[in-house]
């Protein structure tokens, strides 16, 4: 008996679980209609979206290395007319400095050459002076030596040491 009741509980139970089975076949059904609906209507449009993201992002991605490209070789032709805009303006600078170097040069030899001019004309001066004072001094020094005998020595005797 107990072997009966356990094989008429395991009938109940395969009763039960073929109604079950039976039960949710149209469940089943409906699930992968669901399933086929999301994958119709929802995933396969979700794929192309996320697809077409991912294609215009990496679009994107390279048309900005692109433009970081364009932008480096711009900034590097951009260095390099400021490097030679800096070129000309020092040789530009060098060459005025050395304009004006040569400026100074010559006014400083003008400055020179007209000082040069004005000490000869001024010892020329002192020369023509000297001379003329000599010249002064000699034929005054007679006179002079005359007068100092004169009053050094009585009238008689200078008029006597002159006529010897």
């Given at each position: 008996m107990p072997e009966r009741?356990?094989?008429?509980?395991?009938?109940?139970?395969?009763?039960?679980?073929?109604?079950?089975?039976?039960?949710?076949?149209?469940?089943?059904?409906l699930f992968l209609l669901l399933l086929a609906?999301?994958?119709?209507?929802?995933?396969?449009?979700?794929?192309?979206?996320?697809?077409?993201?991912?294609?215009?992002?990496?679009?994107?991605?390279?048309?900005?290395?692109?433009?970081?490209?364009?932008?480096?070789?711009?900034?590097?032709?951009?260095?390099?007319?400021?490097?030679?805009?800096?070129?000309q303006i020092n040789a530009a600078r060098e060459a005025r400095l050395k304009q004006w170097a040569q400026e100074r040069e010559q006014v400083l030899a003008q400055a020179r050459a007209a000082t040069a001019e004005k000490i000869q004309a001024a010892r020329l001066g002192i020369e023509q002076s000297a001379f003329a004072a000599r010249q002064q001094i000699e034929t005054m020094g007679g006179e002079l030596s005359a007068q100092i005998l004169k009053a050094v020595l009585p009238a008689d005797a200078a008029g006597s040491e002159f006529a010897r």
């Amino acid at each position: 008996m107990p072997e009966r009741r356990i094989s008429a509980i395991m009938g109940q139970i395969l009763h039960q679980l073929s109604e079950l089975a039976l039960g949710s076949v149209p469940t089943i059904i409906l699930f992968l209609l669901l399933l086929a609906a999301y994958g119709v209507l929802v995933r396969r449009p979700l794929d192309r979206v996320l697809a077409e993201r991912a294609a215009r992002t990496t679009g994107a991605v390279e048309q900005a290395r692109g433009a970081m490209s364009a932008a480096e070789a711009e900034t590097a032709v951009f260095e390099g007319k400021l490097r030679a805009a800096r070129t000309q303006i020092n040789a530009a600078r060098e060459a005025r400095l050395k304009q004006w170097a040569q400026e100074r040069e010559q006014v400083l030899a003008q400055a020179r050459a007209a000082t040069a001019e004005k000490i000869q004309a001024a010892r020329l001066g002192i020369e023509q002076s000297a001379f003329a004072a000599r010249q002064q001094i000699e034929t005054m020094g007679g006179e002079l030596s005359a007068q100092i005998l004169k009053a050094v020595l009585p009238a008689d005797a200078a008029g006597s040491e002159f006529a010897r």
